[in-house]
């Protein structure tokens, strides 16, 4: 498939989202006479973004997901059990991104969770999270230097987030910021659920000389309640093989590198 090919596949697939988002379900013939090609090219484009978790293939066509979806944060405890294989995999490649003496700070989640657990072989790293599940896993390394921002708790994330968090991390300058993120959409940016968590996330993204995104690919083409940045705040992204080419070429025509995991 040639770039123009891609560009044309990528363009088509957000105007398919644009019109679900607007009138909430869409039918395959339609949608085939609309951007005048065949019935097999739509339906292959739905099958792809249902597996971006984006819409829901009906019988002639697809409908939109509830909107309250956007909003909705899932434990820690269920999202740990969520593309476990992929996270491992994300995890052990972007701490072999990591070097000796680095700056670091590990967002909130479980795919950087995944991160903390192969940092044993560093002896002189400093660590910042704002994750009470992260820091419980540096702890077992007695030559880390671990900081945590204090805040109040989210219990469903163990994370830290408000006004004391957001003060305490402009204090900080590090190397790498390995965010993860609920939902990764090319055009509209980085997004997750809790408002609050997106501010600090906001913030981290300012302070850090490197951004590297850590996050499985059923996040993309995925748009959540709260915004954290542009994708052009991105130096890296570390995901999976479920990555599709077009979105690959297209972020990396953005000038980002993209590692699969």
Avoid: W
């Avoid at 709260?226 to 080419?245: E, R, Y």
């Avoid at 690959?248 to 590198?257: P, V």
């Amino acid at each position: 498939m040639n770039s123009a090919s891609n560009r044309s596949t990528v363009s088509r697939r957000a105007r398919i989202l644009d019109e679900i988002d607007s009138r909430g379900q869409v039918s395959v013939a339609e949608l085939s006479r609309a951007f005048r090609v065949s019935e097999v090219t739509i339906r292959n484009d739905l099958a792809q973004l249902e597996k971006q978790h984006v819409l829901i293939r009906a019988r002639g066509g697809a409908i939109k997901i509830r909107l309250r979806n956007i909003g909705a944060d899932s434990p820690l405890s269920d999202k740990m059990r969520e593309h476990l294989i992929e996270k491992q995999q994300i995890g052990r490649a972007a701490a072999a991104l990591v070097s000796e003496g680095d700056t670091i700070i590990l967002d909130s989640g479980t795919t950087t969770a995944e991160i903390a657990k192969n940092l044993g072989g560093f002896s002189d790293l400093t660590i910042i999270t704002n994750a009470l599940n992260i820091a419980n896993i540096l702890a077992e390394n007695y030559e880390f230097n671990v900081f945590m921002p204090g805040g109040f708790l989210r219990k469903e994330s163990l994370s830290l987030v408000g006004a004391i968090a957001e003060e305490n991390f402009t204090r900080y300058y590090c190397d790498i910021l390995f965010l993860g993120v609920d939902g990764f959409d090319v055009k509209h940016g980085l997004s997750t659920p809790n408002m609050e968590e997106a501010h600090v996330n906001s913030i981290m993204t300012e302070i850090a000389k490197r951004v590297i995104v850590v996050t499985d690919s059923s996040k993309f083409f995925r748009r959540r309640f709260a915004f954290i940045a542009p994708v052009s705040k991105i130096d890296t992204l570390v995901t999976d093989s479920g990555l599709t080419v077009p979105d690959r070429l297209m972020l990396e025509k953005a000038g980002i590198e993209v590692i699969i995991a």
